[in-house]
C-alpha cells in the first residue's frame, strides 16, 4: 500500500471509504458528503509531499481528514507537520476524530475558519494541496503561489471532474508566469504546479 501506514490508519482509510462511497450512491446532500480524494490521488499526493523542498505544508478542505492521513506519511518521512483548513464544525469533527484514532494528531494540525485568512498568515510553503469549494480555488491558488518557496508545490484536486464549474481557472493557474504545471490525470484530476526559481 506505502509505507508507515499503521493499522489503525488503514482501518480509518477503509472506513472512510465506504463512507465516502455511500455517499455519493445514497442521497446524501452534497455539503453533507465527504468528497474526499481517491486513494490513489492520495497516494500521489504523499509522494509529492514528501519530495518537495524544504518547508511548509499546507491543505485546504480537510473534510474528515482523509487526505491529511496520506500527507501525514509525508511529515513523518520529512520531518515537520501539515496544517489542514476547514470551516464546517461537523468536518473538523470527524477529522478530530480520525486524527485521535490514527495517532497523527502529532503531525497534523487542525485549522479551523476561512482558508484564505488562514493562508494569509503563512510563508515558507513547500507543498499545498487545494480541496476546497470551486468559487475560491483560485483566490487559495494565488494565495498559496505567493508564499511558494521556490520548488514548492502546489496541488488542486477535481480539475478536470468539475471543470464545467471552474471556466478559466486552470488556465489562469498554469498561464501564471511563477509556475510551471500540468493536469495530472488521476483521480478527479490534479493540477500540479511547482514554483520556479
Known amino acids: 500500500m506505502f509505507a508507515g501506514i499503521s493499522e489503525a490508519m488503514a482501518a480509518r482509510m477503509r472506513e472512510l471509504e465506504a463512507i465516502d462511497a ?6 446524501t446532500p452534497h455539503a453533507k458528503r465527504l468528497r474526499q480524494v ?21 491543505e485546504v478542505g480537510t473534510s474528515a ?10 511529515c513523518r518521512a520529512r520531518g515537520g507537520e501539515l496544517a489542514t483548513i476547514d ?5 473538523m469533527a470527524l477529522a478530530e476524530e480520525t486524527l485521535r484514532r490514527t495517532g497523527t494528531a502529532d ?18 510553503l513547500a507543498f499545498a494541496f487545494i ?14 503561489t505567493d508564499r511558494l518557496v ?4 502546489l496541488t488542486a484536486d477535481n480539475v478536470i471532474s ?36
Open 22 to 27: 455511500a455517499d455519493r450512491g445514497d442521497g
Open 65 to 74: 481528514g482523509y487526505s491529511a492521513l496520506w500527507l501525514s506519511l509525508a
Open 162 to 197: 468539475h471543470a464545467h464549474e471552474i471556466p478559466g481557472v486552470v488556465e489562469a493557474i498554469l498561464g501564471d508566469p511563477r509556475l510551471d504545471g500540468v493536469v495530472v490525470p488521476i483521480g478527479s484530476g490534479v493540477l500540479l504546479a511547482r514554483r520556479r526559481a
Open 87 to 91: 470551516r464546517d464544525p461537523d468536518k
Open 38 to 58: 481517491s486513494p490513489d490521488t492520495g497516494r500521489f499526493l504523499a509522494i509529492l509531499a514528501a519530495a518537495a523542498p524544504a518547508g511548509k505544508l499546507v
Open 150 to 153: 521556490p520548488g514548492g508545490i
Open 131 to 144: 480541496d476546497a469549494n470551486r468559487d475560491v480555488l483560485l483566490a487559495c491558488a494565488r494565495c498559496v
Open 107 to 124: 503531525v497534523v494540525r487542525l485549522v479551523r475558519g476561512d482558508a484564505l485568512e488562514a493562508l494569509a498568515a503563512m510563508d515558507s
